[in-house]
């Protein structure tokens, strides 16, 4: 992917894959879409390779993930925030445990104990286990973001007779906005592969057509929903590197 | 941007896994012969037996282990592999020299047909021919246990509105397709001996219908709790005997034969016939009441499924335990 000189900046490299990642996501997805298109497929496989079926398969898919994504955000920021205060330092091992035991059991198991224990199925069901299980690079770079900015800088703030919230608004969190992005990148690049296991509770999804290619061996099925996945992922990752790119600091781009 | 290709791949890698076969396992326990005897041409012979990773196939896969350690055989537990694909794969690329697989799957999956054949030895005979032409897989005689898909539903939900067979529950439907909600499986929304199928042979309309995708796992617990009044089960799952759920009868005979059947590679069958011979009798007597009963003790009472596989085996005389 780095299709750099050894004389280009690391800025330049950055933006040349601005620019060409959703280039690639494009014409893998719309390689694969005609591939699939225009091969010789059964009646099994026209079930699932039809554009109402794709479509209605990645639009779940995306709003799985956004959901999730948003979940996060007003989840995982706002605690982290409180983590770092002063005050509460004594409790951020325990919600970083237990983000750690989300992020460390095996995804699916989540998913379906959270059926079984809830009774919940659709969205739901595939959201809230899903962002208990992204929650923690959101976490752990808030919280890691917040630590690192220099104490002198918060000293000189309240020095010059900032309140401690305006300390917050005004240096804390503009310096830590970087790492906080690069964690929520990371979530979301997770909770759209996860998204994949939403099928199993009714969640819906590219799950669908993954599970149906694998269980009924059609190869078209199989690789129409994997490419489709891969490009969502590429594409939200390509989304967050744009956002880093213009939400950071101006002094630190 | 490596590390993310291969992020959104491990989610595919995790519904696919079913690779790094390597085991060298023996049964955890010792079996004597009992109407099995001792074959002289298996003594020492190294079988390494697979099934897929469902509680009925690994039942039956250590039926056969057990069966064959009492015939003197050397045996390899390889049963539980991730899903039917691997688990036919592994017995094709000799990984597996032994596992049980069902008619329809062949005919439908591995095979490729999208329509199946309504009677079963008719099915289990154009999947033997065309297996062992095109695949050089040898397909021994089937069994009478015929996991097929069929509806369930909740014991009060048949009462109240008098359910006893498809038909029934098609006319239900019918009447109030608000009543009409199904849980289903991926691959059964897709197949023609599936949902579409069912739908055109009994006469609803599939469309005005609400349906729920499940795991294979979730969708009895679905069913037993009211997510759905119609849930897709296996007729032989233990399952239904312990969430007390009514199997409604497919009167039409819609669904296509899935009758157990033990696959071996052709070359390793004409080198060792044996296997098959002493395997015979044990095929010959399962059938869908003894297989349920078996699914029932692994899935319901938490029992292993090894054990299971040993007691029945000694209960029909096949094997005994050893003299301790």
Redesign the interface.
Known sequence: MTAATSTASPQRVERLRLLVQPLVVVALVGGVLLWAFTSDLDSIERQSINASALASATWDHLVISLVVTGLVLVVAVPLGIVLTRRWARRAAPLFLGIATIGQASPAIGILVLFFLVSGTEGLWAAVLPIAFYTLLPVLRNTMVGLQGVDPALVDAGRGIGMSAGTVLRRIELPLAVPLILAGLRTALVHAVGVATLAVFVNGGGLGLLIDTGYKLARVPVLVTGAVLAVGLALLVDWLGAVVETYLGPKGLR | ??R??R??????V???SGCGLESSFALPFDVAPGSIRPVPELAGLDIAVGSKDFTENQVLGYIAEVALVAAGADVRDMTNIQ???SARQALITGDVDLSWDYTGTGW???L?N?DPIPDERAQYEAVREADLARNGLVWLDYSAIDNTYAFAVTEEFAKANNLRTTSDMAALITASPDKGVF?L???F????DGF?GVAKAYGFDPGATEV????T??IY??TS?G?CNFGEVFTTDGRIVALNLVVLEDDKKFFPRYNATIVLRDDFHTAHPQVGQVLAPIVAKLDNDTIRRLNAEVDVDGRDPAAVARDWLVSEGFVSLPAS
Request: hydrophobic share 40%.
């Open positions: 941007m490596r993310i290709t992020l959104a791949a491990a989610a595919v995790l519904l696919t899903g039917s694909n439908i999956s591995y490729g999208t849980c499986e991926t691959e929304v897709s197949r023609n579409p729920k995708t499940f795991g796992g979730t617990t679905a709790t997510l």
